[in-house]
């Protein structure tokens, strides 16, 4: 099923007139759902966004409960110097930690970018997963990010 151009996020986008204004949830807010702290209990947070069905799961979690405008795929900016090779860890209680911060001198240590839309296949994979489960019900969207949004 294709999506409906006529969808409210979608006219707001393109700068229509909709009856009302767009609500989507943000990606964090899930972890306040009871479904997504049992999923989560399960398996650690970079095991959920680089399984496809896991991430798919969680995403459509928010859109099942409330009637919302618009789905966020479960994934995160740090899946990205993952995939260059930098390792990430979560800290319970701190959050994300680089045990190696990356120096100037480094970068030629990362992987060429040309590998990183293969090693990142499960976020395509989520994706397609998660259009087909919506159905068309509502659009789907992400965030996309780069070092100097982190840093300013």
């Known amino acids: 099923m294709s ?22 949830v943000m990606r964090q807010a899930g972890r306040y759902l009871p479904e997504f702290r049992e999923e989560r209990s399960k398996a650690d947070f970079f095991t959920m966004c680089q399984t496809p069905e896991l991430a798919c799961k ?20 740090l899946v990205v110097p993952q995939a260059l090779g930098m390792e990430v860890i979560m800290k319970p209680g701190e959050g994300p930690v680089f045990p ?11 992987a060429e970018a040309c590998v990183v839309p293969e090693v990142l296949s499960y976020v395509y994979d989520a994706i397609r997963l998660t259009v087909k489960q919506l159905g068309g019900r ?9 070092p100097v949004s982190k840093q300013s």
């Open 58 to 77: 969680v995403t459509l979690q928010p859109i099942e409960r409330f009637p919302l405008d618009a789905a966020i795929i479960f994934s995160d900016i």
């Open 3 to 24: 999506l409906n151009p006529n969808h409210r996020l979608l006219k707001a986008a393109r700068g229509e007139e909709v009856d009302k204004v767009p609500v989507w």
């Open 100 to 110: 190696s911060p990356l120096k100037m001198e480094d970068v030629e240590k990362l």
């Open 138 to 146: 509502v659009p789907l969207i992400g965030f996309a990010g780069a």
